[in-house]
T-cell receptor
Framework: DAGVTQSPTHLIKTRGQHVTLRCSPI?????VSWYQQVLGQGPQFIFQ???????GRGNFPDRFSARQFPNYSSELNVNALLLGDSALYLC??????????FGPGTRLTVT | GQQLNQSPQSMFIQEGEDVSMNCTSS?????WLWYKQEPGEGPVLLIA?????ELTSNGRLTAQFGITRKDSFLNISASIPSDVGIYFC??????????FGAGTTVTVRA
């Protein structure tokens, strides 16, 4: 079975631009969460979606938004990029027993 | 948000040693998860704990969910070189947020 997939793998953007990151969960999982991980730290929770509804939100500005599609895949959008948004963005798919399985991440660099 | 204090921050292992790391929180969690992350990859789930006092093993790894629900530890027995990496504890609360510790970096002692 395929694990969590994310695209793109790497991305370079300029300050002020917008970015869209994509995630496909493990087959059968209905919940997707997004995390930001900066170098040297643990992942920080951004959003959780379940059945296309936002179920949780972390302490991130409104420039960050997400959505989940009927096939349970998800997009994370970040507007007006700042240098500090440079990080590894991780998507996690959650099982019915609350185990979260992570994808390989998208490495975003903002210049 | 929840604060997870993970210790030690880093450790050096010699092949064959048993190592231990722990995590404490200011808040109660319903679920504790332990992950390992290697450079350039996403975290990989090692062990999930669901009940206070629960002790669970996965091969050479053993983890426990603390009685107070505010702490957990992970032991690695008879360490091998491929155990190097960054280990994270994570706690899952009622608000659907998974909070992570800062990680324990395990490296091989030369």
């Amino acid at each position: 079975d395929a694990g969590v997939t994310q695209s793109p793998t790497h991305l370079i953007k300029t300050r002020g631009q917008h970015v869209t990151l994509r995630c496909s969960p493990i087959s059968g999982h209905k919940s997707v969460s997004w995390y930001q991980q900066v170098l040297g730290q643990g992942p920080q929770f951004i959003f959780q979606y379940y059945e296309k509804e936002e179920r949780g939100r972390g302490n991130f500005p409104d420039r960050f938004s997400a959505r989940q599609f009927p096939n349970y895949s998800s997009e994370l959008n970040v507007n007006a990029l700042l240098l500090g948004d440079s990080a590894l963005y991780l998507c996690a798919s959650m099982s019915s027993s609350y185990e979260q399985y992570f994808g390989p991440g998208t490495r975003l660099t903002v210049t | 948000g929840q604060q997870l204090n993970q210790s030690p921050q880093s450790m050096f292992i010699q092949e064959g040693e048993d190592v231990s790391m722990n995590c404490t929180s200011s808040s109660i969690f319903n679920t504790w998860l332990w992950y390992k992350q290697e450079p350039g990859e996403g975290p990989v789930l090692l062990i999930a704990l669901y009940k206070a006092g629960e002790l669970t093993s996965n091969g050479r790894l053993t983890a426990q969910f603390g009685i107070t629900r505010k702490d957990s530890f992970l032991n690695i027995s008879a360490s091998i070189p491929s155990d190097v990496g960054i280990y994270f504890c994570a706690g899952f609360s009622n608000d659907y947020k998974l909070s992570f510790g800062a990680g324990t970096t395990v490296t091989v002692r030369a």
